[in-house]
């Protein structure tokens, strides 16, 4: 009786040579399945949410000084109504630092053998693994805030994507631009190997030894 978590399928190789099919799949049960929770990922830097609440700050300053000018010296509405405009966007101005601030307390990143993790999220988490067989670019950039705290934003481009698939501030220079080398290398790795295997897979079948023999 065939094992039904199994799965026989024809592998070109032995095809080719008269061999019996040898390549097997084995499906494996719900509970040998490893969940993104169980990988014990590495928070960004401890000084990235500060950075953040001071990036912050600087333009909702710049915002609050605008809107206080505009309503005193343009709109001029009554006192009531203007006190009560000021301080709705001051609270949310408020509530926006402070919910950048959380969220950056959520950054977290993992580096596996085969793909590179980040999660971030304050009530709904995002879970994101890109495998290093899809880069296409590695980016490292740092503003003038993140200069002031050592730190950069690693931020990696897959194939066909326009746009950055992970983003990962909060990384101390020197450890940003180790994980770009890493990266780098271990998309080249798998590329060559993509390549030997495409490689070998459009050579012709080796000749059968009674192929080789002459005929008197």
Known sequence: MTDPSQITAADPDNANSGGAPQHTRTLLPPEHWQGFDQIALTPVDPAHPQEVLLSTALPVILLLTLFTGLIVFIITPPAAIAMTLLSGFALAMCLLLLWRHALAKTRHYGVCQHELLMQYGVFWQRRISLPYTRLQHISLSQGPVERRFKLSTLRCFSAGSGAAEIELPGLSTPLAEQL????????????????????????????HASDNRTER
């Open 180 to 207: 770009r080398q890493h990266l780098l290398a271990r998309s080249g790795l798998n590329k060559d190997n993509e390549l030997a295997q495409r490689t070998e897979d459009s050579l012709p079948p080796a000749p």
